[in-house]
């Protein structure tokens, strides 16, 4: 071949720790009915030279017609070898084969004379065996879907649109394309494995090319089935996790890309998820380890329902989950990622009640296999929602046809109790896990919830179970207090969130052998806090005055919980202090409550905002100098303590801001060790702290 005429084709091979083998391969290209001068073989050494070098020109000695150029990569690895293989390739067009399979003699000619703008050529694909190299075995993955793909029909040109064979991308044999588009997408040399594969995917997201099959089978690629071949290997974390996050990492460099070819890539992003999901069906005590991996790369291709499909042996009977918006079910699916199980979910379908925010799934998806929200009317507190319920609840299940090992419920709302009490009445090895947000039989004022008794199936049901349980029904048969003692008498492990709620709930419970059941049962767990991460999903825009210390209340403005002792600090505060500071609300019906701001002369200090979605609250709450959380008023419930803990704290605490908690003598909030600690009604404490972070904030300006 004359240096001063390049080939049409640059056949690239890397080669490692096969001198043995790249013989066969090398002299398969030896026999090609492409004339020698248009190719070349650019065989890339990968690594220490093991004697493969001596061997490769030992061949080209014995076939002096064909051009073999020689190069070395110094760093490992196949993305490197080909990369290096790609710049010394002269060819047109260039295409890839292993240094330990074969190639048929047309293979190059039916390629060549296939190619076009736009077009890339598929070949055949066939598995032989070591010791019979002759005998083709077609029965592949690959070949059993392009023959699917052209019995349901070509183009009249021979085509095929790239989303009708996913396949042809996963593999980086069998094709030719240009060197200048190769040259232009580039392997991602970071990759330890799947750089073929991602390697096509950008091809494809670069230019919209259409697959061409060659017409039949002469044309071959014959891959040798070895143990240790580039594209095949044993699985293991590394293997099945971090190198298949890697590779899906790496196409999320294509951004925002036409609908088909976002097809694609998220077909090639599933296949790399079956990895994971095989991974923890063999190793579900990983899942922590593989959740973090996975939300440190922020993937923006994420599908967890991919990975956990089919794959738990717990449920969660949640009434309010998200994405709906509500604490309910935020807190809810908090509670499931920090239990770390994989759970089916049926929860209630809220869109008659409330909006749907889908950021929100992000809280729980990775340990959430299958959700089934179901309709019907919502109803917090009737019998007549939680009968309806009940019979949408067994009618999912029994389609899901899978028998769990334990049920978790929380409840501010009774049906969910009051369902997983039937499913546990149902169904006894299983464990039953029931957590209480609040008192539910009590309000806030600690007065009685009160409702019509039930008469159906499900009291009914209850009823007997409680009976065979050793306890009597509730006396008055309204569903809260049905949902507390239910729980009390048949779950196994019984949840509260502080150590006030629980002696206070127990403490009103008529039955003293109910409460001695439900208390050596119980567990006191705080709301869960997020990872740090989750703080940094979302970067709102909010202006803040460098010139002020800035304060944040996020929180409806009830009237047991309305921040009237700081609002009046604000108000006694001296002008030059007051200049200093600013109170930032975020609660429900802004514009009401700025009037009465204004109303009260404190517009200059205080500003009001509508609520915000969860995680831009999140986020909010590292912008601030001082977050304030403050307790319900419960001094009309008695002694006994404040059975209330603000699951805003929890949130506050993910964020690494100071905490200023406006508190009720004695409750868990008042035990909290954080900045600032006040009492409710104490105006003068909040205008000292106030006053501290002005002076604060002044010390740093200068």
Not at 475 to 502: H, I, K, P, S
Not at 611 to 636: I, K
């Amino acid at each position: 071949m004359s240096d001063s005429v390049p080939p049409e084709v640059s056949v690239i091979v890397a080669t490692y720790g096969r001198p043995d083998l790249i013989g066969d391969a090398l002299a398969s290209l030896a026999r090609q009915t492409l004339a020698p001068d248009r190719f070349e073989v650019v065989v890339v050494v990968n690594g220490p030279d093991d004697g493969t070098t001596e061997a490769v020109e030992a061949i080209a000695r014995q076939h002096p017609r064909l051009c073999v150029v020689l190069a070395r990569s110094a760093r490992p690895g196949v993305a490197h070898a080909r990369t290096v293989g790609l710049w010394a390739a002269r060819g047109t067009y260039m295409t890839i084969v292993d240094d330990d399979d074969r190639v048929t003699e047309h293979y190059l000619e039916d390629l060549l004379d296939a190619v076009e703008p736009g077009v890339v050529p598929l070949a055949w694909l066939a598995d032989v065996e070591p010791d019979e190299p002759d005998r083709p075995d077609f029965d592949n993955y690959y070949t059993r879907a392009l023959v699917r793909a052209l019995e349901r029909g070509a183009e009249p040109d021979g085509t095929l649109a790239v989303p009708a064979l996913p396949p042809g991308i996963s593999l980086n044999i069998g094709k030719l394309v240009p060197v200048e588009l190769a040259r232009t997408v580039g392997y991602d040399t970071s990759l330890r494995g799947g750089s073929d594969f991602v390697f096509w995917t950008k091809a494809y997201a670069h230019e919209q090319f259409r697959f061409r099959p060659l017409p039949d089978r002469r044309a071959c690629y014959l891959r040798t089935r070895v143990p240790d071949s580039l594209s095949r290997r044993d699985p293991g974390y590394d293997f099945s996790v971090s190198q298949r996050l890697a590779c899906i990492t790496s196409l999320e460099e294509i951004d925002d890309p036409p609908a088909e070819v976002e097809r694609i890539t998220r077909h090639m992003v599933s296949r790399q998820l079956d990895h994971v999901r095989d991974h923890l069906a063999r190793h579900p005590e990983q899942r922590a380890e593989v959740v973090e991996d996975v939300e440190a790369r922020r993937l923006r291709r994420m599908d967890w329902p991919t990975v956990n499909a089919d794959g738990a042996q717990d449920l969660a009977l949640l009434y309010c989950f998200t994405p709906w918006v509500g604490t309910a079910g935020i807190v809810a699916a908090r509670r499931i990622r920090e239990r770390g199980v994989l759970v089916d979910v049926v929860c209630k379908d809220l869109d008659d009640l409330r909006e749907r925010d889908r950021s929100l799934e992000a809280i729980a998806d990775p340990y959430v296999a299958r959700v089934a929200a179901l309709a019907g009317p919502s109803h917090f507190g009737s019998w007549a929602s939680a009968e309806d319920w009940s019979a949408r609840v067994f009618a999912q299940l029994e389609e899901w046809g899978t028998d769990h090992r334990s049920v978790y419920s929380r409840a501010m709302w009774a049906a969910s109790h009051l369902v997983a009490a039937q499913y546990k009445l149902r169904n006894p090895s299983v464990r039953w896990i029931a957590e209480f947000s609040d008192p539910i039989s009590r309000t806030v004022r600690g007065t009685r919830r009160n409702n019509a008794s039930g008469t159906g199936p499900l009291p009914g049901e209850l009823t007997a179970g409680l009976a065979a349980a050793g306890f009597a029904p509730p006396a008055d048969g309204d569903v809260f207090t049905w949902a507390e003692q239910a729980a009390y008498a048949l779950a196994d492990e019984v949840m509260f969130t502080n150590e006030n709620q629980r002696e206070y709930m127990l403490g009103y419970c008529p039955d003293p052998a109910l409460a001695e059941r439900a208390r050596a049962l119980s567990t006191v767990h705080h709301h869960p806090t997020l990872p740090a991460r989750f703080y940094d999903l979302q970067a709102p825009a909010y202006r803040l005055d460098p010139d002020r210390a800035h304060v944040a209340y996020f929180g409806a403005f009830y009237p047991t919980r309305g921040l009237t002792e700081v609002t009046e600090a604000l108000a006694a505060l001296p002008a030059r202090v007051r200049a200093r500071v600013c109170l930032h609300v975020f609660t429900q019906d802004a514009s009401t409550i700025d009037r009465a701001v204004a109303e009260a002369g404190l517009a200059d200090v205080v500003v009001v905002n509508p609520y915000v979605g969860f995680l831009d609250f999140l986020a909010l709450t590292r912008r601030f100098d001082l977050l304030v959380v403050n307790d319900a008023d419960s001094s009309e419930h008695g002694p006994g303590g404040n059975p209330y803990l603000p699951s805003k704290l929890s949130d506050y605490l993910g964020s690494g801001t100071p905490i200023w908690a406006v508190v009720e003598e004695g409750s868990v909030l008042s035990r909290q060790p954080l900045r600032h600690v006040t009492r409710l009604g104490d105006a003068q404490a909040a205008a000292e702290v106030l006053s501290s972070l002005a002076r604060g904030h002044a010390g740093q300006d200068t």
